[in-house]
């Protein structure tokens, strides 16, 4: 059982920016609940947690004076979409005491209820303007020094590479170090205005349409009533490298193209797992989906700061089931390259927001994780069997956040998605291997998991 023991509201140290704030159509489209995760610290410094509790809310009041969009809040105006007030309302900063140690909480699967108390809970039950944006909960285990950090940051404020940025300079500016110029947050976002859009689409956006529905199904409202389950899957760096050459044994030494990436390799094969795991028909069509981070794909680029979502969605051709599932594991891999290409390709990204701009409401395609009775209906969108949703974390820096406990000894998602999501994650270690973040539909989760290493 975890214990709030105090909560400060923790605005910026000096005057901000007040009024609207521009949120771009990336911003619009992201599910506006936060994003929960979890960093775990062995915490071997001799810094108690009252004393770290004050360094960080001092820090947190200096960072948002940078960040200060994160002490706003937001506001529904017509066709679903969001405004962002910057009032300065703060964030919140919880103080907890857990009666379990480090150890009965297990590997911290988010499949077990008792990993929600270290994370940071929102009460959905007041005004979305009543919500704050960024908040993060210290929790001291029972026995021992270990901590537990739980975060939770609104989606549509910020992607995963933007909240890192964030972490790590709080974390940065907690331990007592400054904060160089360029370390601070590109807060402008007009580069994605509408103005900017060209005239007409060019191209037929299947990221925004239905996905392949089971053969014989008019709907989805089956697999979305489905409990999804948690599992980590740790790749060894040898592993990892199994499987490059595995998706690259087709690639002809006079092919033009770079040799499948891990990202390509190893989403390929989860893909292909997914797919044996479900028993899927081999005329059963199916897509992976996943996103892009474009801040070096417009012109001119994007700082490395910018702050918010520079995320665009992308999905393969439609496959069948039966060609992944036989075909070499590189038709897989060139199937999510090619999807990552598109959604690289800045006519492309520029065509995309036109789509979204002139959409009359976004819950066409704003998917509500939180919301389970609206993840239901068959007009929200729905990315699960028969097919996949895949991430790629492996460049993003969640294992620097160090707020003077050292690096952090574990970091994972704070919930389980209602769909076949995987994230494919650097380990803590530094030596290439990998952590894949699976959620999967309960029923078929051992099936998956005895396919993924019988087969590797």
């Known amino acids: 059982m975890v214990t709030i023991i105090e909560s400060y509201v923790v605005t910026p140290k000096e005057e901000t920016p007040k009024g609207d704030f521009f949120l771009s159509e990336i911003d619009q489209i ?12 062995n915490n071997n410094s001799n810094l108690n947690v009252n004393e770290l509790l004050q360094r960080m809310r001092d820090s947190l009041s200096e960072i948002l004076v940078h960040y200060y969009p994160l002490c706003g809040r937001l506001n529904w105006i017509q066709g679903g979409r969001l405004k962002l007030d910057c009032n300065a309302k703060g964030a919140i900063l919880l103080q907890a005491e857990s009666t379990k140690s480090m150890a009965e909480y297990g590997d911290f699967s988010p499949n077990d209820d008792n990993i929600k108390e270290l994370v940071p809970k929102v009460d959905y039950s007041q005004p979305i303007e009543e919500l704050p944006l960024f908040l993060a909960q210290v929790t001291k285990f029972h026995g021992g020094n270990a901590i537990a950090i739980g975060i939770a940051i609104s989606h549509p404020l910020s992607d995963g590479v933007s909240a890192f940025n ?12 400054s904060l160089d110029p360029d370390e601070l947050p590109f807060l402008d976002r007009t580069v994605f205005t509408t103005s900017r859009l060209p005239r007409s689409r060019r191209f037929d956006h299947q990221e925004f349409k239905p996905p392949p529905l089971i053969l014989g199904r008019t709907d989805n409202i089956e697999e979305r009533k489905k409990k999804t389950k948690f599992a980590l899957l740790k790749l060894t760096a040898e592993q990892v490298q199994k499987l490059k050459q595995k998706a690259n044994i087709d690639n002809s030494s006079e092919s033009e193209e770079k040799p499948y990436s891990r990202f390509e390799a190893i989403g390929a094969y989860m893909w292909q797992c997914a797919c ?12 992976a989906r996943t996103v892009v981070d474009v801040r070096n794909k417009v012109n001119p680029p994007l700082s490395k700061n910018y702050f918010g979502n520079v995320l665009a969605r992308t999905v393969t051709t439609t496959c069948y089931a039966g060609e992944i599932t036989s075909k070499p594991l590189s038709y897989g891999a060139q199937k999510i390259r090619e999807a990552v290409k598109m959604g690289s ?3 492309y990204i520029r065509s995309q927001l036109e789509f979204v701009a002139q959409l009359e409401t976004m819950d066409i395609i704003r998917t509500k994780y939180k919301e389970k009775e609206e993840n239901r209906r068959a007009d929200v969108p729905f ?11 492996v460049s993003m820096p969640m294992y620097e956040v160090d707020f003077g406990l050292g690096k952090p000894d574990y970091f994972g998602p704070g919930a389980v998605y209602p769909l076949d999501f995987g994230i494919i994650a650097p380990s803590p270690h ?7 973040f699976m959620n999967f539909q309960m029923a078929d989760m051992q099936n998956f998991i005895n396919i993924f290493w019988d087969n590797l």
């Open 166 to 177: 964030f972490i790590n300079s709080w974390a940065k500016l907690t331990r007592g170090d």
């Open 345 to 347: 390709n800045e006519e």
């Open 276 to 287: 044996k795991a479900h028993g899927l028909d081999k005329d059963q069509p199916t897509r």
């Open 30 to 41: 992201c599910r506006w609940s936060p994003t929960p995760s979890i960093y775990i610290y």
């Open 383 to 393: 990315y699960g069997n028969p097919n996949i949703m895949l991430n790629s974390w």
């Open 430 to 436: 530094t030596d290439g291997s990998i952590d894949i």
